[in-house]
């Protein structure tokens, strides 16, 4: 920092001011391509922008008056303003990414609120330069800047604070007539298919769907001009106006999947269709297979349907669920979801639609169901406790697993062998399975027991000799010693995922924190109480979450985890005076 500055120091005089601003732009945005994005806010665009405001930038962001005056006294048309507009834009980037680097959960209020002044600046650059065609450019980039800050804010629970913003963007691309082209439509669809999950993540899903509606207009709008005089290929442009179309198709279906059902109950209630009395129904089977056939073509596009409508981001991994307002009466509707997308997976529904060209509905490419999209379904599956379909989809996709390379699908094998572990935690118990998919005529009705005979497996290996089945400790300590070996290994990029080792680790909190704070208050009795109670199984497990916390860097995610690393302090201190 201290070279940059000298250096600028020392060259401002002697260089033409217009080749100055130039190269200091040019060196900022360098150092923000390699993640220098400190560096580049302080010594080059702040720099910069200090030439025309000598007070705090961010006081001038609350007024366009203001910021007309002082960042454009010579208006928007002027041969600087589009180095100025970069370099407002690039601030705010380097502004966000400095706050992802420290707090990347936004755990603290104040980088929250950075976050939402970035965005705000934002929009105000995009409102200045909007009403200049030449400056479409800034607009796009500035929707894709928004895009990305709101989506990580989404992600953190904050959709209502973020839906204002989605929707200036989503509007700023309707009102710059070159980004209205069919070359910028795909983007213009995921700015849609973003408004909406934001309506419905604030449980407005009317609202969702309205816009989903008004987008599919805006689409077809664009396709009749489109047909009237076409400038690229005639399959390119298909594809482009298909998968805008299904984007928004899919947030339409999210609503009226359970929509519809709410409004036939109102009248007379649908009897229920029975598992196993489903083999012999040919596909579509229930009211909501008819809805996915009726308003999808293709096993990929309905799969992708039966995600969205099964998607829910408060909802969690693990018990317990908070009750969603929209969905809570209905329970059946997502059975019947779980039901199809077995099916789809399955291959038979394409059976019966004779659209199976191969053996294989999970791929890895463009065809057929995505292997991202099915390992997605098995965690959606143990989420909502639908056991039957969980054993029965990840047999299937566990197949397709192994039989993949690469450390993308090593990592999701990974994780769903640790869904398969925490299961008996989660339920314990015996669990009797009694689904059934089709195949053709035939039921396959022992697929089921396979499936926990796979997962048996799964167990055995990873068990400790010293550990009987009827052991309290034995699931435990299989799920706490297996993901201690996957998260001990060199390979970084094997490691399951932050947030399933949250809940792996939350699970055998929940499990053994009693005991444990038993063991903590027995003080400097900790060596005796453990000796009586057999408890060293307890402690072992402790030290093997504090062990799982420090090796994945998840200690800052959850406030929970200093209770379990002082948990583990406590009882070595009372251990050593006992």
């Given at each position: ?54 007070v705090n930038l961010d006081d001038v962001m609350d007024d366009v ?514």
């Amino acid at each position: 920092a201290n070279t940059l500055f000298n250096i600028w120091i020392k060259y401002k005089p002697r260089l033409p001011e217009w080749y100055y601003n130039e190269r200091l732009v040019k060196v900022g945005d360098t150092l923000a391509q390699i993640k220098e994005y400190k560096l580049a806010l302080q010594q080059c665009y702040e720099r910069y922008l200090q030439q025309f405001v000598s007070v705090n930038l961010d006081d001038v962001m609350d007024d366009v008056q203001r910021f007309k005056s002082a960042f454009f006294p010579n208006g928007v048309r002027d041969k600087n303003a589009a180095l100025m507009f970069h370099v407002l834009q690039a601030r705010n980037v380097c502004i966000y990414q400095m706050v992802c680097s420290r707090d990347r959960n936004l755990q603290n209020g104040e980088s929250l609120q950075t976050c939402l002044n970035a965005l705000a600046s934002l929009r105000l650059t995009m409102q200045v330069a909007l009403p200049q065609e030449d400056l479409c450019w800034l607009i796009y980039n500035g929707t894709i800047h928004i895009y990305t800050i709101c989506r990580h804010l989404m992600v953190m629970g904050h959709s209502a604070k973020v839906l204002e913003y989605l929707l200036w963007a989503s509007i700023c691309m309707e009102s710059s007539i070159p980004l209205l082209s069919v070359h910028y439509l795909t983007w213009r669809a995921t700015l849609y298919t973003a408004v909406s999950q934001c309506y419905f993540d604030c449980q407005a899903g009317i609202h969702g769907e309205i816009f989903a509606r008004r987008g599919l207009i805006k689409i077809d709008e664009l396709k009749q001009l489109e047909d009237i005089s076409s400038s690229l290929e005639h399959t390119e442009t298909e594809k482009i106006f298909r998968e805008a179309t299904l984007k928004m198709s899919v947030m339409i279906f999210k609503r009226a999947v359970y929509e519809s059902r709410k409004k036939s109950n109102g009248f007379r209630r649908e009897s229920k269709v029975n598992p196993r009395k489903a083999v012999n129904v040919s596909w579509p089977r229930t009211t909501t297979e008819r809805l996915l056939v009726a308003m999808f073509d293709g096993a990929a596009a309905q799969f992708l349907a039966i995600l969205e409508a099964l998607s829910d981001p408060s909802r969690n991994l693990l018990p317990p669920h908070l009750p969603v307002p929209d969905k809570v009466q209905i329970p059946e509707v997502t059975s019947e979801l779980f039901s199809a997308g077995l099916e789809i997976l399955s291959g038979n529904s394409l059976k019966k639609q004779k659209q199976l060209q191969n053996n294989f509905v999970i791929t890895a490419g463009e065809e057929g169901v995505s292997g991202d999209a099915a390992v997605k379904f098995v965690k959606l599956a143990f989420s909502y406790e639908e056991w039957n379909v969980f054993y029965s989809a990840f047999e299937f996709v566990d197949n397709f697993l192994q039989a993949q390379d690469g450390p993308t699908w090593k990592k999701a094998e990974l994780e769903l062998k640790l869904l398969t572990l925490m299961q008996p935690i989660v339920l314990p118990g015996r669990f009797e399975r009694s689904f059934s998919i089709t195949d053709g005529s035939k039921s396959k009705e022992g697929s089921a027991r396979r499936g926990s005979e796979k997962t048996q497996t799964i167990r055995s290996e990873c068990c400790s000799e010293s550990l009987k089945p009827g052991d309290p400790f034995h699931d435990l300590m299989i799920l706490a010693t297996t993901v201690f070996s996957y998260v001990s290994t060199s390979e970084q990029n094997v490691h399951p995922g932050k947030e399933i080792l949250v809940d792996v680790v939350m699970c055998l909190w929940q499990k053994c924190k009693t005991e444990l704070q038993q063991i903590q208050k027995s003080g400097s009795h900790c060596l005796e109480y453990i000796n009586k109670h057999q408890a060293y199984q307890w402690v072992h497990i402790l030290w093997i979450m504090n062990e799982i916390i420090e090796k994945s860097n998840i200690a800052d995610t959850n406030v929970m985890f200093a209770e379990i690393t002082l948990c583990l302090a406590a009882i070595l201190e009372n251990v050593a005076d006992s």
